[in-house]
């Protein structure tokens, strides 16, 4: 069973445009990361959201936590070749053990030049 | 600052040979560590975690092992590859709600 769902699982775009993806569940978490990858690289962490509603913003992009704590979006305003990479939702369950997190299948952003 | 190293980058084995992946974190102590794998770039499969040393939980059946032997060591093993463990394999570890990871390993079983 996949707990986090995140769409478009492709997006090529061009520079400049922009994109919102999300990540959906039915399970309720306590908190909620976004992650960026590189080929050949392992993830980076972009943010935590942790609030339901909360809303961050890290420069062009900006995060966007459920009020129910199922769901979550990432926006990205005037998109460049330098956003390429695969973006990854990620999930902890109540509790706050930070024991184990749930990822989404990712969506593999290609902005063009 | 807290670091998390690695290794190898990148690895090419034989099926039925053992493999041993070692990854260990500096700047933290009792730190929650977790070998992922990752199949075509896409989402992170949870293998093991482990909340401190000597105790290792697996979230899947498979042909590896992991073990804990020191506090900030995490080691990913196997005593014979199959070709379905090849994979992009990655090492974190977490704290105050974030996760950190190693640059990954990438396995080829031939």
């Known amino acids: 069973t996949q707990l986090l769902e995140q769409s478009p699982q492709f997006l090529s775009i061009q520079e400049g445009e922009n994109l919102t993806v999300y990540c959906n569940s039915s399970s309720v978490f306590s908190s909620l990361q976004w992650y960026r990858q590189e080929p050949g690289e392992g993830p980076v962490l972009l943010v935590t959201v942790v609030t339901g509603g909360e809303v961050k913003k890290l420069k062009r992009l900006t995060f966007q936590f459920g009020d129910a704590r199922k769901d979550s979006s990432l926006h990205i305003t005037a998109a460049q070749p330098g956003d390429t990479g695969l973006y990854l939702c990620a999930g902890e369950r109540s509790g706050g053990s930070n024991y184990k997190l749930t990822f989404g299948k990712g969506t593999l952003l290609t902005v063009n030049p | 600052s807290q670091t998390i190293h690695q290794w190898p980058a990148t690895l090419v084995q034989p099926v039925g040979s053992p493999l041993s992946l070692e990854c260990t974190v500096e700047g933290t102590s009792n730190p929650n560590l977790y070998w992922y794998r990752q199949a075509a770039g896409r989402g992170l499969q949870l293998l093991f975690y482990s909340v401190g040393i000597g105790q290792i939980s697996s979230e899947v059946p498979q042909n590896l092992s992991a073990s804990r032997p020191q506090d900030r060591q995490f080691i990913l093993s196997s005593k014979k590859l199959l070709l379905s463990d090849s994979g992009f394999y990655l090492c974190?570890?977490?704290?105050?709600?974030?996760?950190?990871f190693g640059q990954g390993t990438r396995l080829t079983v031939v």
């Open positions: 974190a570890w977490s704290g105050g709600g974030m996760s950190f």
